[in-house]
């Protein structure tokens, strides 16, 4: 089995759009995140699948009615840390305190304890390594930050491409790393989110099916935006061509082929997974 993810947070809180929407003017902008979960979970619904919605602690604290329609659909809640900001940029005291307030506010809105975490970016690599220690000491069971690629924001492509238990500081934490498709000695970017907008549905699906040929899940991710071609739009004149393209290319493609994705491929949450590693 594999899993699906979504990583819950505005349109606003993503990386590339910075520039246009700086952090001090979020709470006066438009909210749309649960345009894009309604969607989720109706795909969701359809195609009988349970995922893992890892949600910023933000969200939780701004918009819970998001957090609740998550709940009573029944997936699983995990923490997608608080602010939004990367590991490395909060360093191990910020990056603890907003993990630990994202648990916070979220574990009044789960019925269940929040056992998973994905960092903002992918944001635990080689020079953040603190953080795994820091996960465990939190009292959590599994991560999903690791990307096995090179990328320039984010990567460790000599990691793991399996799911895999680490010994984290005396304490054990698996980690779920994203998908990846190993072609010609080099771990291509398969899991989702930009890479299933910007490239061919085919790409995402030979991937998966590979990984689930060597006997070993894929974790897919996604964004609410990327499930609302409506959201407000930054200029590419302060974000940036390449930004621009990274964020807006392909919008109306993610519902259809995530659709498809459900429809043929086996999914459940990541804490079912994490729970099958020895």
Request: aromatic letters at 8%.
């Amino acid at each position: 089995m594999n899993a699906i993810s979504i990583d819950v947070e505005e349109y606003f809180h993503a990386v590339n759009l910075r520039a246009a929407f700086p952090e001090r003017e979020w709470g006066r902008l438009p909210r749309r995140a649960i345009v894009g979960v309604e969607t989720a979970l109706r795909l969701l619904d359809r195609a009988g699948r349970k995922a893992t919605f890892f949600v910023l602690g933000w969200i939780a604290e701004h918009e819970p009615e998001v957090v609740r329609a998550i709940v009573s659909a029944g997936h699983e809640i995990a923490s997608h840390g608080h602010s939004h900001r990367m590991a490395h940029e909060l360093g191990p005291d910020g990056f603890e305190a907003d993990v630990r307030r994202s648990l916070e506010l979220l574990a009044p809105l789960s019925p269940r304890p929040i056992r998973g975490f994905r960092a903002s970016t992918f944001s635990i690599m080689e020079s953040t390594w603190w953080a795994v220690a820091l996960l465990a000491k939190l009292g959590l069971d599994y991560d999903s930050s690791i990307f096995p690629v090179r990328h320039d924001r984010y990567g460790m492509p000599r990691f793991s491409r399996v799911p895999v238990a680490l010994d984290a500081g005396g304490r054990r934490l698996v980690e779920l790393p994203l998908l990846t498709w190993r072609v010609a000695g080099q771990n291509l970017p398969a899991a989702g989110g930009g890479y299933l907008r910007q490239l061919p549905l085919w790409f995402t699906r030979r991937a998966l099916a590979a990984m689930n040929r060597a006997g070993a899940p894929g974790v897919v991710y996604l964004h609410p935006w990327e499930l609302d071609p409506g959201q407000p739009r930054a200029s590419p004149s302060v974000i940036g061509r390449l930004g621009h393209l990274r964020h807006y290319r392909n919008l109306d493609q993610t519902e259809p082929r995530l659709a498809r994705l459900l429809a043929d491929f086996p999914f459940g949450t990541c804490a079912e997974l994490a729970a099958a590693v020895a």
